[in-house]
Nanobody, 124 residues
Framework: QVQLVESGGGLVQPGGSLRLSCTGA????????IAWFRQAPGKEREGVSC????????YYTDSMRGRSTISRDNAKNTVLLQMNSLKPEDTAVYHC?????????????????WGQGTQVTVSS
């Protein structure tokens, strides 16, 4: 059974950091583009970061550019998202997705697999 499992979310104060993990089961993440999306209550799911499966390029949207870093840990079949200088507006459920190429479209057929998400809450 193919699964993506996110972990690492939690409650953090403004200005703090979190490192999210996306671990694959039944698939090798290094063969896929892996993206992080987030969805806040009442808002659409939006892209945050992506690492391609071919040239290993990394991409960031304006939402967290300069405050986040995406990386692969192939030994653990995991993709990490390091988030720094967190703000209350970063509060959301963060999902990872696996597909053939990086895309910021959360609907349609761009992504083959989605994880269930991990909650990130930034509050004092």
């Amino acid at each position: 059974q193919v699964q993506l499992v996110e972990s690492g979310g939690g409650l953090v104060q403004p200005g703090g950091s979190l490192r999210l993990s996306c671990t694959g089961a039944g698939l090798t993440l290094d063969n896929y583009a892996i993206a992080w999306f987030r969805q806040a209550p009442g808002k659409e799911r939006e892209g945050v970061s992506c690492v391609s499966g071919t040239d290993r390029n990394t991409y960031y949207t304006d939402s967290m550019r300069g405050r986040s870093t995406i990386s692969r840990d192939n030994a653990k079949n995991t993709v990490l998202l390091q988030m720094n200088s967190l703000k209350p507006e970063d509060t959301a459920v963060y999902h990872c997705a696996a597909g053939w190429a990086c895309s910021w479209r959360a609907v349609g057929n761009d992504w083959d697999y989605w994880g269930q998400g991990t909650q990130v809450t930034v509050s004092s």
